[in-house]
């Protein structure tokens, strides 16, 4: 797993958690990173990115009420959730454009996107 994340959890309704996504250190990530999400039998969808600049962009339903941030020399991103609504419910997914990273042989691998493996977030009412 190439990037980790971490800080899901059950929280009620107008609670606030903040997710953390930490990509190895030997990966070279040239894009944007961001949070997608994936509520319980429906299609994953765009949360947030940010590019490496700082350029944040937010899906309609979160905005006002999350905030994404980036440290780029540790290679991580954040989603900071507050005002929680049982709609934010779902399986939260930290995703990386445009990466480079080494295989156990040590060999560089390129690709399109990296991804996170899911942190469970559940408001409850």
């Known amino acids: 797993v190439q990037l980790q994340a971490s800080g899901g959890g059950l929280v009620q309704a107008g609670g606030s958690l903040r997710l953390s996504c930490v990509a190895s250190r030997s990966m070279r990530i040239d894009d944007a990173m961001g949070w997608y999400r994936q509520p319980p039998g429906k299609e994953r969808e765009l949360v947030a990115t940010?590019?490496?600049?700082?350029?944040?962009n937010y899906a309609d339903s979160v905005k006002e009420r999350f905030t994404i941030s980036r440290d780029n020399a540790k290679n991580t991103v954040y989603l900071q959730m507050n005002s929680l609504r049982p709609e934010d419910t779902a399986a939260y997914y930290c995703n990386a454009e445009n990466v480079v990273y080494y295989d156990s042989q040590g060999a560089p691998v390129a690709a399109r996107y990296a991804w996170g493996q899911g942190t469970l977030v559940t408001v409850s009412s």
């Open positions: 940010i590019t490496n600049s700082g350029s944040t």
